[in-house]
């Protein structure tokens, strides 16, 4: 199995209505995002998937959250914007980005902070539909 992956970083605030304390209230991060993408082969030019299609697509679903406010944003409408629900909205919305082609799995992984992460997983037909 052969696998790719990116980091980029963005900053945006949000709160945890339900949260714990100091999460209740609005504040920022500097999120870190992994982007990941797994295949079984390659293609003609010996890639599992173009590093550069990722970039461009990693980067413009990103610039849609850069610098907003996270609980107002249609994307999050209704839940929590905790790095759980973020990395499934940006693994879907990357995912609508890119020609999946002979990949098996998508992973988003998001840090909030050096030691806290959370991590959303699409595999195979998912990455096509």
Known sequence: MYEIG???HFIARHYIPD???GEREPHSHD???EARLEGEGLDRKGYVFDIVELKHAVE???GKYQDQFLNNLPDL?????SM???ARVLCNDIKGRI???????????IWESPTAWAAFRIENSALEG
Do not use: D, F, H, T
Not at 77 to 81: E, F, H
């Open 6 to 8: 990116l980091k980029r």
């Open 19 to 21: 949260g714990p304390p």
């Open 31 to 33: 999120y870190m995002v």
């Open 60 to 62: 413009a679903s990103l």
């Open 77 to 81: 409408k209704g839940v929590n914007p």
């Open 84 to 86: 759980e629900n973020l």
């Open 99 to 109: 020609r999946p082609g002979n990949l098996k799995s998508m992973q988003i992984k």
